[in-house]
């Protein structure tokens, strides 16, 4: 059963602390995204990978980081740097020969 | 800077007739389109496409129109069901992929 996978669902952040959300994909997709989603906004792009090791910067990549040592896997790292980091945050992917991109169920990040 | 536009946040219509979702866009090196459908605390999940040598592309109940003069693209749903309830992202393509903010489609049965 192909897809991409985000853990967890909710994630609680305290103040001055650095989260990661997993995204985890077995679509043997080339390309993964990273997306945050504000209410009443469109989706934003922060990081995106095209191969493994290495990414690019998005258009709100302050306060985040990423990796890409697997394939299957981006995961996202919300720094303390990010002072707002309250979101929905949705990982993508798609083959590089295609336009299409399909996404995970997206993670709520809260902060306490 | 919003390349892709959605004016109405909100659209509200009858089980059974025909819904008209529409997008904007400003930059002409777009050359793919895409719709997203969106219910809450989920992600979106792909619905229709259409390339730009195209002007219509149909897929059962879901047509994409494309107007390339206008830079504008449309989503026709007939006949509309009330499991189409949800937010509705259209996205642009060129050297990266641009988002609408959405609108958020009620079908009332």
């Known amino acids: 059963d192909g897809g991409i996978t985000q853990s967890p669902k909710y994630l609680f952040r305290k103040e001055g602390q650095n989260v990661t959300l997993s995204c985890e994909q077995n679509?043997?997709?080339?390309?993964m995204y990273w997306y945050r989603q504000d209410p009443g906004q469109g989706l934003r792009l922060i990081y995106y990978s095209q191969i493994v090791n290495d990414f690019q910067k998005g258009d709100i990549a302050e306060g985040y980081s990423v990796s890409r040592e697997k394939k299957e896997s981006f995961p996202l790292t919300v720094t303390s740097a990010q002072k707002n980091p309250t979101a929905f945050y949705l990982c993508a992917s798609k083959n590089v020969r295609e336009e299409t991109q399909y996404f995970g169920p997206g993670t709520r990040l809260l902060v306490l | 800077d919003q390349q892709v536009k959605q004016n109405s946040p909100s659209l509200s219509v009858q089980e059974g007739r025909i819904s008209i979702l529409n997008c904007d866009y400003t930059n002409s090196m777009f050359d793919y389109f895409l719709w997203y459908k969106k219910y809450p605390a989920e992600g979106p999940t792909f619905l229709i496409s259409?390339?730009?040598?195209?002007d219509k592309n149909e897929d059962g109940r879901f047509t994409v129109f494309l107007n390339k003069s206008a830079k504008h693209l449309s989503l026709h749903i007939v006949p509309s069901q009330p499991g189409d309830s949800a937010v509705y992202f259209c996205?642009?393509?060129?050297?990266?992929?641009?988002f609408g903010a959405g609108t958020r489609l009620t079908v009332k049965p």
């Open positions: 679509l043997n997709h080339d390309a």
């Open positions: 996205a642009a393509s060129g050297s990266d992929m641009r």
């Open positions: 259409i390339s730009s040598i195209k």
